[in-house]
């Protein structure tokens, strides 16, 4: 059955998960007293993270390497276009500093694995199958993108970096440990090993999605209020316009490397997504003097909404008219 764009928005809007993360956008505008203990959001996000690592290692020890090469080359790629193309844009274009630019460049390289998960959650809706090495590639993308962006900073400003401190933080920060860990634990156990855990990690995933998606509603809607004093109207439409740039490039990436329907979609996403997680880590270890209010306003107050209601039924829609595939 076809599904055009509208339905398929619509379908994306009205999934439970997206709808969670409405509930707190509403709760944070309506001043309700609803939070969450900071305990029970790290608990969340590190099932998320692992389970998320798990499936994908397992995938991954089906996958031969004929299969992986391709496409975990083009991602590199990809992880290094994106932070040179959004560094002059935001620094030449924006005015911004270097360290604002290069802080932005990180952040938008980097990748969201929310906006990955919801992804995945709206192929498997409507049947549209998915490789099961792209945790791997999500992986893949963090690190040279991060690096990329700092030596960006440390260029224009003609500093000195102490690399091996930044790079062992973002390495045994929690979002990337996690999910590298668990990619070696699945990949490790294989699928009889997954078997025995798969009941805790598979069942319940969508419903602890749903809890942490209502606690990034509350986040995000506190982010938006920094938009009135901190943020500039040139970094609003950075963050409005430069993920479908960004998603444009992961969809090339993806159709040139050999990826299905499904994992272009996956890829572009990806690309046009930004980190509010270990970027930030990384940023405000190696450039303290780059203001939040900027990178994190951007990514996670408008960016991150913006994918995960229109913006993954539009690259998966683009990737249908760059396929030829009609479902």
């Known amino acids: ?22 509930a707190g956008l509403i709760a944070t505008f309506v001043r309700s007293d609803l939070r969450f203990p900071e305990a029970l959001y790290t608990a969340l996000s590190i099932y998320i993270l692992l389970a998320i690592g798990l499936k994908g290692g397992v995938e991954l020890s089906e996958t031969s390497i004929a299969e992986f090469w391709k496409p975990a080359l083009a991602s590199l790629i990809l992880g290094a276009t994106i932070p040179l193309l959004c560094f002059p844009v935001a620094r030449y274009i924006g005015r911004l500093s270097v360290t ?20 995945q959650t709206l192929l498997v809706q409507i049947n549209v199958p998915v490789e099961g090495f792209m945790t791997a590639i999500l992986a893949i993308l963090e690190l040279p993108s991060i690096l990329i962006g700092l030596i960006l900073a440390q260029v224009g400003l003609k500093t000195k970096t102490q690399w091996g401190p930044t790079i062992q933080n973002i390495l045994t920060g929690k979002g ?76 090339l990436a993806g159709y040139l490397s050999g990826l299905s329907l499904g994992g272009m979609t996956v890829l572009a996403t990806l690309a046009a997504s930004a980190s509010y997680i270990v970027a930030t880590v990384a940023v405000r270890l190696a450039l303290p003097q780059a203001n939040p209010g900027i990178y994190l306003t951007a990514s996670l107050g408008i960016t991150f909404p913006l994918n995960i209601t229109v913006g993954i039924p539009l690259y998966f829609a683009m990737a249908r008219l760059l396929t030829g595939d009609t479902l």
């Not at 059955?1 to 409405?22: T, Y």
């Not at 604002?100 to 992804?119: K, P």
């Not at 294989?190 to 990034?216: A, I, T």
């Open 176 to 251: 990337l440990y996690l999910l590298i860990v668990g990619m070696a634990i699945g990949f490790l156990g294989g699928r009889d090993g997954f078997n025995k855990v798969e009941p805790f990690f598979v069942d319940p995933f969508n419903g602890v999605l749903m809890f942490f998606l209502l606690e990034m509603g509350m986040v995000t809607a506190s982010r938006l209020n920094e938009l009135r004093g901190k943020t500039t109207i040139f970094v609003v439409l950075f963050a409005l316009i430069m993920p479908f740039i960004n998603g444009a490039l992961g969809l």
């Open 100 to 119: 604002d630019s290069a802080a932005l460049a990180a952040h938008y390289g980097s990748v969201s694995v929310v906006t990955f998960v919801v992804a």
């Open 1 to 22: 059955m076809s599904i055009d764009l509208l339905e398929l928005i619509r379908l994306n809007l009205f999934s439970p998960v997206v709808l969670a993360f409405v």
